[in-house]
């Protein structure tokens, strides 16, 4: 049977609380795409802590973990607005399953260039690149699928839900990637990485969705963004959606790409005690998952966003000034359950607001903004923390990321994104100016 398929009541029917925390899976659809991303992100976590850690021990350089996270996040940024046009121009599903194909086959390539003796730095950031490319590709069908697995009242939820998925394999991944370094060495977690994109892959063909009425307009890369462009400026939550994660980007998100650093200088931990710091992020967020999806969905969105604001860039600041590896990882913790609440008011927020034919340009638009300040912000925090040390680098961004977002608490935009029914806009015509002469997507 095509599409979601409610087994019982509708979700809109529950109460605020752990039993509709989990109302999403009651879809089969979206349990099977959920089963099985959690599965291929948990391998993705596993090569994320892999890569620098490999990078680090080969060029003892924070600015080369910062290169290369930038070299992954700008790919993704590269390809972020064709990812988007393809996303409202053919079916989803088989755009994810073209693209996590091709990710699995970069992945095969790293594991057997490593398993060989391999270990020159720029092919690791080359590959990474590739990586990053694909994956832009992948972005806008990625965040917009969810919306064809379920019904709109089942909506909010299934984004916690697929929110939350992404940060369990936070938790679960580095967690084993910690230990598989520790026992086996990098070329296992790369192996690892490879075969579990069979899981999402395989869920992606056992998934049965109804096909999409999709437009036949041709329009040029550049004309599509600059109309989402216009679309997002008309539209105030999706825009103060799209502030807060151009700040996540540029000051919060680049912490993850230093854990490295803050272990092995810092703290002085081995490489298991390296892997729970990168999982205290998913656990966090895990732990968390029953406040957001459940007792948080009755809470207006804008109080439920700068409550989590405030925790995360307040536990940015905590794990900088940490005394300890035990604080650290405790204030690591924290900002992942705010990290959580962030991602899933900001995509709940747009997959709400955003008109269909606008759906898969917009969320990769989003997406965009954080895969273009996250490699910057990563980048930038690299060299810094070479120049003044890491918790100088990371205290003093995670004061920035409270600003910033401080700033658009007082001027009233946090609270656009409690709005609704602003999905029906219709964008404005593009037409495109000579200046957009490119290549026809």
């Not at 979601?4 to 899976?25: H, I, N, V, Y």
């Not at 991303?37 to 994320?48: E, F, H, I, K, M």
């Not at 999409?212 to 825009?239: M, N, Q, S």
């Not at 903004?369 to 923390?385: A, F, M, N, R, Y």
């Amino acid at each position: 049977m095509p599409g979601p398929e409610p087994s019982q009541d509708r979700p809109s029917q529950d109460r605020p609380g752990l039993r509709s925390a989990l109302a999403a899976f009651r879809y089969r659809n979206f349990t099977l795409f959920w089963t099985g991303a959690l599965v291929s992100n948990t391998g993705v976590w596993v090569q994320n802590i892999t890569i620098p850690f490999v990078v680090f021990q080969l060029t003892r350089s924070p600015a080369w973990v910062g290169f290369t996270a930038f070299s992954q996040l700008f790919g993704a940024w590269l390809t972020g607005a064709p990812g988007g046009s393809l996303a409202d121009r053919h079916q989803r599903r088989t755009i994810l399953i073209v693209t996590q194909s091709a990710m699995a086959a970069d992945a095969f390539v790293l594991w057997g260039y490593w398993a060989s003796g391999g270990r020159s730095p720029w092919i690791i950031v080359a590959l990474s690149f590739v990586s990053g490319l694909l994956g832009g590709l992948n972005i806008g069908a990625w965040q917009a699928f969810v919306s064809e697995l379920v019904p709109r009242e089942a909506l909010l939820n299934a984004v916690t839900l697929n929110s939350t998925q992404f940060n369990a394999s936070r938790a679960f991944g580095p967690a084993v990637g910690g230990l598989v370094l520790a026992a086996l060495g990098p070329a296992w977690s790369f192996l690892i990485n490879a075969l579990s994109y069979a899981a999402v892959i395989g869920a992606l063909l056992a998934v049965r969705v109804e096909p999409r009425a999709v437009t036949a307009e041709h329009k040029r890369i550049l004309a599509d963004l600059a109309g989402t462009f216009r679309y997002v400026r008309r539209t105030p939550g999706i825009l103060t959606c799209v502030l807060v994660v151009l700040s996540l980007g540029a000051f919060g998100g680049p912490l993850f790409s230093l854990l490295v650093v803050f272990a092995e200088e810092v703290f002085h931990v081995s490489e298991g005690q390296f892997g729970v710091l990168g999982a205290a992020l998913g656990v966090g967020a895990i732990l968390g998952t029953p406040l957001v999806a459940g007792w948080g969905a009755g809470l207006p969105r804008s109080r439920l966003l700068g409550a989590a604001l405030i925790a995360y860039g307040g536990a940015v600041i905590g794990f900088a000034v940490a005394p300890g590896y035990g604080f650290a990882v405790a204030a690591l913790v924290v900002a992942g359950a705010g990290y959580l609440a962030i991602a899933s008011t900001l995509n709940t927020t747009i997959q709400l607001q955003v008109d269909e034919t606008m759906r898969g340009k917009v969320l990769a638009f989003y997406v965009m903004g954080l895969t273009l300040t996250l490699p910057l912000g990563s980048l930038l925090q690299g060299w810094t923390t070479e120049v003044v040390g890491p918790r100088e680098t990371v205290a003093v961004a995670g004061v920035l990321f409270l600003a910033a977002n401080g700033l658009l608490a007082a001027h009233g935009l946090l609270r656009h994104v409690d709005e609704e029914g602003v999905a029906d806009l219709v964008p404005e015509p593009v037409t495109p100016e000579p200046a957009e002469a490119a290549a026809p997507a």
